[in-house]
């Protein structure tokens, strides 16, 4: 008996049930499980970065495993920082490939296209994250004031659309910052 109801939901439900055990059989045919597809699970030990993480704090490996020259560069700047009251949290540092690529397939969907997506997230092979050589940096005084001080440490933002992004570019304390990429798009070394 039908008691005013539509039958239309259910039949929604279905062809959604349906799309997913359908998509879920094509990730199984390529090699992934839809939950490993999906879901991707990671942790600190990918570069998974708690809340509070300062660029001290080495038991984080997301700050442990950049690179040793980058890592110092920023202790300098946060320890000369710090005493304007400003704090470096550390909102992204090192990555492991598999986080990465994490990263990319939720731009992907969230920007709608690999084009846009590669405006803000880099491969695996490419980005700077997974070898140690970037951090972002959270807190808007961290960032503003890596921006006025940041060269004098060989701190240098590279994107202009990610005031957040440094990477260490040790002629800048002589010569100043080289001009940013307009996005990493324009980025030379992700043409790799």
Same mark, same amino acid.
């Given at each position: 008996?039908?008691?005013?109801?539509?039958?239309?939901?259910?039949?929604?439900?279905?062809?959604?049930?349906? =799309?997913?055990?359908? @998509?879920? /059989? &094509? #990730?199984?045919? +390529?090699? $992934?499980? %839809? !939950? *490993?597809?999906?879901?991707?699970?990671?942790?600190?030990?990918?570069?998974?970065?708690?809340?509070?993480?300062?660029?001290?704090?080495?038991?984080?490996?997301?700050?442990?495993? =950049?690179?040793?020259? @980058?890592? /110092? &560069? #920023?202790?300098? +700047?946060? $320890?000369? %920082? !710090? *005493?304007?009251?400003?704090?470096?949290?550390?909102?992204?540092?090192?990555?492991?490939?598999?986080?990465?690529?994490?990263?990319?397939?939720?731009?992907?969907?969230?920007?709608?296209?690999?084009?846009?997506?590669?405006?803000?997230?880099?491969? +695996?092979? $490419?980005? %700077?994250?997974?070898?140690?050589?970037?951090?972002?940096?959270?807190?808007?005084?961290?960032?503003?004031?890596?921006?006025?001080?940041?060269?004098?440490?060989?701190?240098?933002?590279?994107?202009?659309?990610?005031?957040?992004?440094?990477?260490?570019?040790?002629?800048?304390?002589?010569?100043?910052?080289?001009?940013?990429?307009?996005?990493?798009?324009?980025?030379?070394?992700?043409?790799?």
């Amino acid at each position: 008996m039908n008691y005013g109801k539509s039958a239309r939901p259910a039949a929604r439900r279905t062809r959604l049930w349906i =799309l997913v055990v359908v @998509l879920g /059989g &094509a #990730l199984i045919a +390529a090699g $992934t499980s %839809a !939950a *490993g597809f999906l879901g991707r699970a990671t942790g600190p030990a990918d570069g998974v970065v708690p809340d509070g993480t300062t660029v001290f704090d080495d038991g984080v490996p997301a700050v442990a495993k =950049l690179n040793p020259a @980058l890592l /110092g &560069a #920023l202790r300098s +700047a946060a $320890t000369d %920082a !710090a *005493g304007s009251g400003v704090t470096f949290y550390v909102s992204s540092g090192w990555r492991s490939p598999k986080y990465q690529e994490k990263l990319l397939h939720e731009a992907v969907s969230d920007y709608g296209s690999e084009a846009e997506a590669a405006r803000w997230v880099a491969t +695996a092979e $490419t980005s %700077a994250h997974v070898a140690g050589d970037a951090v972002d940096v959270g807190g808007a005084d961290a960032a503003s004031w890596l921006a006025r001080h940041g060269a004098g440490y060989g701190l240098c933002q590279v994107y202009a659309n990610e005031s957040w992004h440094y990477e260490l570019r040790p002629e800048a304390a002589r010569k100043g910052c080289p001009p940013m990429y307009a996005d990493p798009t324009a980025d030379p070394r992700m043409r790799q």
